[in-house]
């Protein structure tokens, strides 16, 4: 159970139309935890399977292209800053990729694009909400946030958001528990 009043809270959820994996399996939903690492991926990587070749000399673990992004990451981290690590995960893949993620050892949040297909609308510390789709996220701000402008984030900028306080960063993939349901129904 998660208490709302005592601690900070970050929930990620994401709607995808599929675009190369089986989308009856629960293991290719998002979000995507690995490494310490969770992340959420807007898009395609066209060259994913010859990145798993070539950099990590081995065959794709599976179908979902977005599974590269935190072991990636988690790799180029052990030597290199978050800024220059997502910049060459951008260098490398191909295709389209918006993402968000979060680090279990870091207290940081990090959003990037190749595409501009980013929103993000917040006041400092208090709340921080993003979007692919300007519009979506136009109509919580008006609802919700109090008509806060709603901002894009341009291609291939870096947005970090960084959290006030250190804490022990616990991440509950509500998916892992579904992974061996095999008739789960989804519309």
Same mark, same amino acid.
């Given at each position: 159970?998660?208490?709302?009043?005592?601690?900070?809270?970050?929930?990620?959820?994401?709607?995808?139309?599929?675009?190369?994996?089986?989308?009856?399996?629960?293991?290719?939903?998002?979000?995507?935890? =690995?490494?310490?690492?969770?992340?959420?991926?807007?898009?395609?990587?066209?060259?994913? =399977?010859?990145?798993?070749?070539?950099?990590?000399?081995?065959?794709?673990?599976?179908?979902?292209?977005?599974?590269?992004?935190?072991?990636?990451?988690?790799?180029?981290? #052990?030597?290199?800053?978050?800024?220059?690590?997502?910049?060459?995960?951008?260098?490398?893949?191909?295709?389209?990729? =918006?993402?968000?993620?979060?680090?279990?050892?870091?207290?940081?949040?990090?959003?990037?694009?190749?595409?501009?297909?980013?929103?993000?609308?917040?006041?400092?510390?208090?709340?921080?909400?993003?979007?692919?789709?300007?519009?979506?996220?136009? #109509?919580?701000?008006?609802?919700?946030?109090?008509?806060?402008?709603?901002?894009?984030?341009?291609?291939?900028?870096? #947005?970090?958001?960084?959290?006030? %306080?250190?804490?022990?960063?616990?991440?509950?993939?509500?998916?892992? =528990? %579904?992974?061996? #349901?095999?008739?789960?129904?989804?519309?």
């Amino acid at each position: 159970n998660i208490d709302l009043t005592q601690d900070d809270l970050i929930l990620t959820g994401h709607t995808r139309l599929v675009t190369n994996c089986d989308r009856s399996l629960i293991a290719n939903n998002q979000p995507v935890v =690995s490494n310490g690492i969770v992340v959420i991926h807007n898009g395609i990587i066209c060259n994913y =399977s010859s990145i798993w070749r070539d950099v990590f000399k081995q065959n794709p673990p599976s179908e979902l292209d977005t599974d590269i992004i935190p072991i990636f990451l988690a790799q180029k981290l #052990k030597s290199h800053s978050l800024e220059e690590a997502l910049e060459s995960l951008y260098q490398v893949i191909e295709g389209d990729a =918006s993402i968000c993620c979060l680090f279990e050892d870091r207290n940081v949040l990090a959003l990037k694009t190749n595409t501009g297909s980013l929103y993000y609308s917040g006041i400092s510390n208090e709340y921080f909400v993003f979007a692919s789709q300007h519009a979506f996220l136009k #109509k919580i701000s008006e609802k919700y946030l109090a008509s806060q402008p709603v901002h894009q984030l341009k291609p291939h900028v870096i #947005k970090l958001l960084s959290f006030d %306080q250190p804490k022990k960063t616990n991440f509950i993939d509500l998916n892992a =528990s %579904q992974k061996e #349901k095999r008739d789960l129904k989804r519309c």
